[in-house]
């Protein structure tokens, strides 16, 4: 027997999955990681009695939310749970197997948003100068980490870049981020002395039985692409070996790249563009990693401050 219930749901989970891939640019990360919480709640829903997506009440919903709260749920992992449900019905609603669309009074709990970890300038060096560079290895990894922090990019941007993507005389790199936006990195003179080496000595790594049409910049010991994941075993190996594991995460040389510019006295726009943010409000986390830096050096050291 065909259960009807399970191929009106899993038919509906598969079109909006297809649709965030092709339509929305999603990650494999990210439409993994939909897919999970909205598997989620289709379990919740059939044992709800519900037979079709349609079928879903805000009331439904609300106690699912509630759930998620009484489980003991993050704040933050709920928010994230409660937008994939969001986005999911408002994609049902304009492909029209829904009337009316039950997530739309959904609201996510509020949370406090976390600072960002950054490193210091010291920090910075000392990781920069943690891959040997007597070796092919070593010299790549250096690139990665001195583009890393000088262009401010996602660990999965880098493992993306290829080789046209490079200017090494204008000294950008073309990124493409989130949502596919495309923006430029700035490649200092360090990152540019650093990539140099590394092309130099790239043959010597690995030859690809097959060549690779993307030109993939970043090669691994069988001249195949890096991945994001690599990327970030690496880092964790170098944080180590820099004394600084527990400290840092794949994305803290893109937080510290921020945060050193905007107490230099950068422009927040421009800091903005150069991470690709969307919205302002997204770059301003740093402004205030930076304003509690000005006030602990206020505190320490003004007379009049206690």
């Known amino acids: 027997m065909v259960d009807h219930a399970a191929d009106e749901f899993d038919q509906a989970l598969n079109r909006y999955l297809r649709f965030l891939t092709a339509e929305r640019g999603g990650s494999g990360h990210t439409v993994k990681g939909y897919r999970e919480d909205l598997l989620q709640l289709v379990d919740y829903l059939r044992e709800a009695g519900c037979r079709r997506p349609a079928d879903v009440s805000t009331v439904l919903l609300r106690h699912y939310a509630a759930g998620l709260h009484e489980t003991g749920y993050a704040a933050a992992t709920i928010a994230r749970k409660l937008a994939s449900i969001r986005s999911f019905y408002r994609f049902g609603h304009r492909e029209g197997w829904i009337t009316t669309n039950p997530a739309l009074p959904l609201r996510s709990p509020k949370r406090g948003r976390s600072l960002p970890k950054f490193l210091t300038g010291e920090e910075i060096g000392r990781l920069l100068a943690a891959p040997p560079a007597r070796t092919d290895a070593g010299l790549r990894d250096r690139a990665i980490l001195e583009l890393l922090y000088s262009a401010g990019l996602r660990v999965a941007e880098l493992a993306a870049t290829s080789d046209p993507d490079l200017d090494l005389d204008a000294r950008t ?134």
Do not use: M
Request: net charge positive.
């Open 173 to 306: 790199v073309r990124v493409r981020g989130k949502g596919r936006r495309e923006r430029l990195g700035i490649v200092g003179s360090h990152a540019r002395q650093a990539l140099s080496r590394w092309l130099n000595v790239r043959h010597r790594l690995a030859r690809p039985k097959k060549p690779d049409e993307s030109k993939p910049l970043f090669i691994n010991r069988f001249g195949g692409r890096l991945t994001a994941r690599s990327v970030g075993r690496l880092l964790e190996k170098h944080l180590a070996v820099a004394g600084l594991s527990g400290r840092a995460s794949p994305h803290t040389l893109r937080h510290s790249f921020a945060t050193h510019l905007l107490d230099a006295g950068a422009d927040i726009r421009s800091v903005q563009e150069l991470l690709g943010h969307k919205s302002l409000v997204t770059t301003q986390i740093y402004t205030h990693v930076t304003t509690r830096k000005l006030l602990e050096a206020f505190d320490k050291a003004h007379p009049r401050a206690h």
